[in-house]
């Protein structure tokens, strides 16, 4: 997210809305009816409307009947997907600045393993920012990238890695680290995402997602056991 700020938004927004939910639950069935209304007369206006945001429309409709069931709030269904677009735009972003990144990691590496393994990461990168495009392009939107500053304090600790130790036997272990660090973002983000693509019925959006998901758990794996490797190599250099 851009900031704590933005993204404390949608929490105290469902908190608003579910102490609402409570506190008018005599009338949650009208509220609901006029949420499946206003869902209808949303999808009905975007002539280009894709599969993927018609989905999410029928979805949203169905939960509004849950919702009049349950008497929880009937525009949870928005909010969740207001909540999907802030976080394709945060890791659009992200991935934006790990693409430049990576070419600054791999130059940084000692070992040529690790420097394949960086190179290899920002070709798969530039892949996942085109898959992204597509979930955009799925949701009738353009590609549009929101300043995630997680990201940027991530990358700027692993400057610092190459910076404090440049020239020293652990540099490759900890770009490892850095690494490591970028993915773990990722996968937390890809793995949010792909539960919110689902919930909204997205399914081409949920595989795009979940194939950009598993590119960072095998990247992750596979620095794990370079940095592994790396000091084993230290051990026996050292033996
Ligand atoms: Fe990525």
Redesign the pocket.
């Known amino acids: 997210m851009a900031s704590t700020a933005g993204a404390s938004t949608p929490t105290s927004k469902s908190k608003t809305t579910s102490a609402n939910g409570k506190a008018a639950s005599a009338s949650a069935t009208s509220r609901a009816a006029t949420a499946a209304k206003s869902t209808r007369a949303k999808s009905g206006g975007k002539a280009a409307m894709t599969d993927e945001g018609a989905t999410a429309s029928v979805t949203a409709k169905s939960t509004s009947r849950a919702s009049a069931q349950s008497g929880a709030a009937p525009d949870m269904q928005e909010s969740v997907k207001e909540l999907f677009v802030a976080m394709l735009k945060d890791i659009y972003y ?2 934006k600045q ?1 693409l430049k990144a990576l070419p600054r990691m791999a130059k940084a590496a000692r070992s040529d393993e690790l420097k394949q393994a960086f190179e290899q ?1 920002r070709e ?2 530039a892949g ?1 920012i085109g898959r992204l495009e597509q979930v955009f392009a799925a949701m009738g939107m353009k590609p549009k990238a929101e300043q995630c500053e997680a990201i940027e304090g991530i990358l700027e600790e692993g400057k610092e890695v190459m910076e404090d130790f440049k020239g020293k036997p652990a540099l490759d272990v900890g770009l490892c680290g850095a690494g490591r660090a ?2 773990h973002y ?1 996968i937390a983000r890809y793995s949010a995402m792909k539960s919110l693509a689902q919930h909204l019925g997205m399914k081409d959006a949920a595989k795009l997602i979940d194939a ?1 998901l598993a ?2 758990m095998k990247t992750d794996k596979l620095l794990d056991q370079s940095a592994q490797a790396l000091l084993l190599a230290k051990d026996a250099a050292r033996a």
Do not use: R
Request: aromatic share 0%; charged share 45%.
């Open positions: 992200a991935e790990i990461h798969e990168t996942q970028v993915e990722e950009n590119e960072e």
